[in-house]
């Protein structure tokens, strides 16, 4: 009767188990398909509208190239303050994640996450504080450096916007450039 019992409770355990598993992997094929949609947007320049798609990946499937990406995301669109907050998060892990991007000549390249998030907080903590450069030719303040057009557009601030909101502000990115 015991053993009946151990039998019974483990082929419970493995149909639970089972009828979980399509669950877990339809978040995951959603998840990265969320994530190639926002990398796909913000490569032709939609920034507002990839990293709302970005955002819903990173529920969906939260790894660290998610979290990247999103971080990214906050700071092509002037979003300074929420991209830091992830980017000191990413920066904090004791051992990066290798991570690969494209490159604008059609290749790509290998980088250290965490190397990388506390090189972007550089720059960040550089554009907040409006440093100057040196006067032998350089920029003489962050305004007069090139900036991204999404992250003029839609003004300065700390907020979350909706899809339609999104569309709109990279519409107007477009116009803009």
């Known amino acids: 009767m015991g053993n009946s019992k151990a039998i019974l409770i483990t082929a419970a355990i493995g149909m639970f188990a089972i009828s979980g598993a399509p669950t877990a992997s339809a978040q995951v094929t959603e998840g990265q398909l969320a994530a190639d949609q926002a990398r796909d947007e913000m490569a032709r320049g939609n920034n507002w509208v990839g990293t709302n798609l970005q955002k819903r990946a990173t529920t969906l499937e939260p790894t660290v190239e998610n979290y990247f990406a999103l971080a990214t995301g906050y700071q092509r669109t002037d979003r300074l303050n929420t991209a830091k907050?992830?980017?000191?998060?990413?920066?904090?892990?004791p051992e990066g994640v290798q991570l690969t991007a494209p490159r604008y000549d059609g290749g790509t390249r290998t980088f250290d996450s965490a190397f990388e998030a506390a090189d972007r907080l550089l720059y960040i903590?550089?554009?907040?504080?409006?440093?100057?450069?040196?006067n032998d030719g350089g920029a003489i303040s962050a305004e007069a450096a090139a900036t991204n057009v999404s992250a003029t557009v839609g003004g300065a601030g700390e907020y979350e916007v909706t899809d339609e909101q999104a569309r709109a502000l990279d519409r107007q990115a477009r116009r803009a450039r």
């Open 85 to 93: 907050t992830y980017y000191q998060r990413l920066s904090a892990t």
């Open 125 to 134: 903590d550089w554009l907040q504080n409006k440093a100057v450069r040196s």
